[in-house]
C-alpha cells in the first residue's frame, strides 16, 4: 500500500484519541474537585514562592509571628473599661501586725479579660419642647431630630446595621429579622427588606459616583459573576460585575453594577468612551470597550496557570509552563520586598528580569503547541496563551500594571458566600440596589473604615451634603477627612 494513501481509520482513531484525552481531562478535574484533598487542588502563588525560600519550620514560625503581631494589634485597638476591685472590708488589715493603717502600693494587679457585653436595640422616645408666648399668638418648638427617611421609624444606625449584616456578613434578612425580635424590637423579613432599599436609594448618588471615579481611573481591574434572580416558578440568571481600581494613594475603590445579562452592555455603560488600561480575562463580553479605540486590554496570569494545572493529568509537560508563571510572580515578589512597587524601578527590574522568561515561555508554547491535539487540556491552554499573548506580555512596559486579575475576583467572593445564603434576589432592581450598597461596604473593608459607623454617618449627610463635593464622602476620602478633624 503507497504511504500516502488515505487512511479513514487512522484518521478516525486519531480524532477518538483526542476525545478520550479530552474525556480522561476532564474526569481528572471533576475527581480533584469533588474527592481530591486540599493539596491537590491549585496552590496559590504565595505558597509556591515560600516553598522555594523557606524551610517547613520556617514558615510556621513566621505564620506564628504574624499571627502573633496581629492578635497584638487586636488587642491594642479593643475597647476597653476598667474595673475596679477594692479590697474587702473585714481584709483591710495587715497580715503581720494588725494594722488598719494600709496605703495604695502602687497602680495595683492589672489583668485583662473579654467579655461579651450583649448589643442592644432601644426605642427612642424625642419629645420636642413647645414654648408658647405670653400674648397667645407665637409658639416655639424645638427642631424634630434628623431622619433618614421622613417620618421613618427606623434611624441611621439601625438602616447602617441592617446593611452591614447583609453586605459584610452575608447574613440573610429573614435571620436578621429573628436576631431584631430577640433584642426586644418587634419586626418583620419584609420591613428589613423595605429599610435595606431605601437605604440604597438613599446613598444612589454616592455609589454612583463612586463608579464614576473607577471608570475614570487610568487602570481599572473588572470581572463578573452570576447571581440568581427569582421568577415564576424559578429563577433566571443575572450577572453582577464589578469594577475597582487603585488611586495614588493605594486606596482600593470597589464598584458594582448588576445587570440581568452578561453581554457587553454592562462594561460599555460603565466604561464606555474611557481611556487607559483594562485588566480582564479573556472574556469577549469586554470587547466593545478595548476595541478598536477603547481601553488597552491586559491579560491574567493567574488563569493561564490555572489552565495548565488542568493539563497536569494528562500532559505532565504542563509543569514546565506553570514553573516560568512562578518566575514571573517571583520578580514581582522582589519589588514587593524591595518596595518599589509601581515605581520606575518596579519596570526596570521586569524589564531585566520578566522579558527573558517570557521569551523562554514563547518559545516553549511555539515547540509544544504542534505535539498537542488542540481539544486536548495542554492544547487549550497553549491555545489560550498564545491568543492573549499582547495582553499578556503588557505589563513589562508598564509598572502600573498587574501580573493577574485576581484583585477582581477577591472582590466578587463576598457576593459568592451570599450567594450561598441568600441564593437569589427579588427582582432586577434589587439586584442593582445590592449591587450599589456592595460597593460602599466593600470599600470601606478596603481601606480599613467601620461600615456600620460610616454609613450611621453618610445616610444622613449624603441627603444635605453639596453635589459638587459628594466625592468627600466616599469611604477612602470621608476616613481621611475624619483624621484631619481629630487631629
Known amino acids: 500500500m503507497p504511504q500516502d494513501h488515505f487512511c479513514p481509520w487512522r484518521e478516525e482513531a486519531e480524532e477518538l484519541k483526542e476525545r478520550l484525552t479530552s474525556l480522561e481531562a476532564k474526569m481528572a478535574t471533576l475527581e480533584r474537585h469533588v474527592f481530591g484533598r486540599r493539596a491537590e487542588k491549585l496552590p496559590p502563588v504565595a505558597t509556591e514562592l515560600r516553598k522555594d525560600a523557606d524551610s517547613t519550620a520556617a514558615r510556621a514560625e513566621a505564620a506564628k509571628k504574624k499571627r502573633q503581631e496581629r492578635a497584638t494589634r487586636k488587642a491594642e485597638e479593643a475597647p476597653a473599661r476598667e474595673i475596679r476591685h477594692a479590697v474587702p472590708t473585714d481584709e483591710r ?25 450583649p448589643a442592644r436595640f432601644e426605642k427612642q422616645v424625642h419629645v420636642q419642647e413647645v414654648l408658647s408666648c405670653v400674648c397667645g399668638r407665637g409658639i416655639v418648638t424645638a427642631p424634630p431630630p434628623a431622619r433618614v427617611v421622613d417620618r421613618g421609624e427606623y434611624g441611621p444606625g439601625f438602616l447602617a446595621h441592617v446593611v452591614t449584616s447583609k453586605c459584610a456578613d452575608a447574613m440573610p434578612l429573614h435571620r436578621l429579622a429573628q436576631r431584631v425580635e430577640r433584642s426586644g424590637v418587634p419586626m418583620s423579613r419584609s420591613t428589613l427588606t423595605d ?18 471615579v473607577i471608570a475614570a481611573a487610568e487602570v481599572v481591574w473588572a470581572d463578573e459573576t452570576p447571581l440568581r434572580v427569582l421568577d415564576v416558578k424559578k429563577t433566571r440568571l443575572g450577572y453582577l460585575w464589578t469594577f475597582l481600581t487603585q488611586n495614588e494613594a493605594g486606596q482600593w475603590l470597589i464598584g458594582y453594577r448588576f445587570s440581568m445579562g452578561r453581554a457587553s452592555k454592562t462594561p460599555k455603560e460603565v466604561l464606555g468612551g474611557t481611556r487607559g488600561a483594562l485588566v480582564v480575562d479573556a472574556y469577549t463580553g469586554y470587547n466593545a470597550v478595548t476595541l478598536p479605540e477603547g481601553r488597552i486590554r491586559v491579560g491574567c496570569w493567574a488563569h493561564v496557570r490555572r489552565r495548565f494545572f488542568d493539563a497536569l493529568s494528562t500532559a505532565p509537560e504542563s509543569r514546565e509552563a506553570m514553573d516560568l508563571i512562578l518566575e514571573l510572580y517571583r520578580v514581582e515578589a522582589q519589588a514587593r520586598g524591595a518596595d518599589v512597587v509601581r515605581t520606575a524601578a518596579h519596570r526596570e527590574l521586569r524589564q531585566l528580569s520578566s522579558t527573558p522568561v517570557l ?15 488542540p481539544k486536548s487540556p495542554l492544547g487549550q491552554a497553549i491555545s489560550y496563551t498564545l491568543k492573549q499573548w499582547d495582553a499578556l506580555s503588557r505589563f513589562v512596559s508598564d509598572e502600573r500594571l498587574p501580573l493577574d486579575n485576581n484583585r477582581s475576583e ?31 461596604v466593600a470599600t470601606c473593608e478596603a481601606n480599613g473604615v467601620n461600615p456600620e459607623e460610616y454609613l450611621a454617618d453618610v445616610l444622613l449627610r449624603v441627603q444635605t451634603h453639596p453635589n459638587a463635593r459628594i466625592g468627600e464622602l466616599l469611604p477612602h476620602e470621608w476616613k481621611r477627612l475624619r483624621a484631619a478633624d481629630s487631629s
Not at 97 to 103: F, R, T
Not at 195 to 212: D, G, R, T
Open 410 to 440: 477577591s472582590a466578587l467572593r463576598k457576593a459568592a458566600l451570599g450567594r450561598k445564603n441568600f441564593l437569589f434576589v427579588g427582582h432586577e432592581a434589587a439586584g442593582e440596589n445590592l449591587a450599589g450598597l456592595y460597593a460602599l
Open 93 to 117: 488589715h495587715c497580715p503581720a501586725c494588725g494594722s488598719e493603717d494600709l496605703k495604695p502600693l502602687g497602680q495595683g494587679r492589672t489583668s485583662a479579660v473579654y467579655e461579651y457585653v
Open 195 to 212: 429599610l435595606f432599599h431605601q437605604s440604597a436609594s438613599v446613598l444612589l448618588p454616592l455609589s454612583s459616583h463612586l463608579l464614576q
Open 359 to 373: 521569551k523562554r515561555l514563547r518559545a516553549w508554547l511555539d515547540a509544544q503547541a504542534p505535539r498537542h491535539p
